[in-house]
């Protein structure tokens, strides 16, 4: 497999395409927004990148712009390239772009991604694939090249299902440690203090020992950088949402993930859409107890 088309050359999918056009590939990417990627080819639609690819990554914001932009590059992929969407869409989306590729005689992988744009320059993603596995083995040394880790998640859907479960519980946590910071505040507990326990107990997760939202304290974060994202807490709601679409249609009871999803949506409400989401802290911290 030589050549890639790339489409969605945003904050993840510019330094993922550059990537692989340092890894040797020959990339050509197209976005709405006219971006110059290192190494990366300019096509003039999504359409003109998909053609005569052996692959074809997806890096898109919804699931709705991922359904019109298959609707463009299924018909213009040649039979047997394999379609991969890295996009962190509804399942329903995710099926129907499957769908789509696979009655065009496409092979075809939703393989959404966790490590944010760190690790996405850095090529340390997790991938979270759903697809045959046919797909998955033709997409995996792309996977390789961007990614640390690809897990094969199951069938069509899989992956987003991963996904959306990973993200509700760190939506969740976040939210547990920025309480647990600001309840330590007003028991004259000292921030310091409080990370050298957590981060070492029970309550230790990626939240509080990774990705600290108390500015100053722990390994450096976006607190330490004015809570610029990061990721940013529109981006949290649009995952938490989607855990809740997905919770509605199967049935599942998921009250923390509820709560979380109206929390996140009041503090994107009141200004901090373009925060990170660990600035939540700094909300909690200056309210009381209502
Ligand atoms: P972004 O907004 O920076 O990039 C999306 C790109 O898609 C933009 O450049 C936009 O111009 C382009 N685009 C939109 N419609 C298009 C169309 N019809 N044709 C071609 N290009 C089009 O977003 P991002 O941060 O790169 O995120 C992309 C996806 O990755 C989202 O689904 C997001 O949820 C997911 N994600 C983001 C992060 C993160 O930390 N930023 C982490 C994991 C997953």
Redesign the pocket.
């Known amino acids: 497999m030589k050549k890639i088309g790339f489409?969605?050359?945003?904050?993840?999918?510019?330094p993922m395409a550059a990537n692989l056009a340092k890894a040797g590939y020959e990339v050509t990417g197209?976005?709405?927004?006219p971006?110059e990627v290192e190494g990366v080819a300019r096509a003039a639609s999504?359409a003109e990148a998909a053609r005569d690819k052996d692959a074809v990554i997806?890096?898109?914001?919804?699931g709705e712009?991922l359904k019109?932009?298959y609707a463009?590059i299924v018909p213009a992929a040649r039979p047997g390239a394999v379609l991969i969407d890295?996009?962190?869409?509804d399942v329903d989306s995710a099926r129907a772009a499957h769908q789509m590729a696979q009655e065009a005689g496409l092979l075809s992988v939703d393989a959404?991604?966790?490590?944010?744009?760190g690790?996405?320059a850095a090529g340390t993603?997790t991938f979270m694939a759903g697809g045959s596995e046919q797909a998955f083995a033709a997409a995996r040394p792309l996977f390789d090249v961007m990614g640390a880790k690809a897990v094969h998640c199951g069938p069509a859907g899989a992956g987003q299902a991963a996904?959306i479960c990973n993200n509700m519980i760190l939506g969740i946590s976040m939210l547990a440690v920025c309480e647990a910071f600001a309840l330590a505040d007003k028991l004259g507990l000292d921030r310091q203090k409080m990370f050298d326990v957590v981060s070492t107990s029970s309550g230790s997760c990626w939240s509080i020992n990774t990705y600290c939202p108390a500015p100053g304290v722990g390994p450096k974060s976006p607190a330490d950088n004015d809570y610029k994202?990061?990721?940013?807490a529109e981006?949290m709601l649009?995952?938490l949402k989607l855990s809740q679409q997905a919770a509605e249609a199967a049935d599942a009871a998921t009250p923390m993930g509820r709560r979380a999803t109206e929390l996140y949506e009041q503090f994107v409400a009141e200004g901090g859409a373009g925060k990170d989401f660990s600035a939540v802290l700094l909300k909690l911290a200056q309210s009381g107890r209502d």
């Open positions: 489409i969605g050359l945003g904050n993840m999918g510019a197209f976005d709405l927004n971006v999504a997806t890096m898109l914001p919804n712009i019109s932009v463009q890295c996009s962190t869409v959404p991604v966790s490590g944010g744009v690790g996405a993603l996904k994202p990061g990721f940013a981006l649009k995952d």
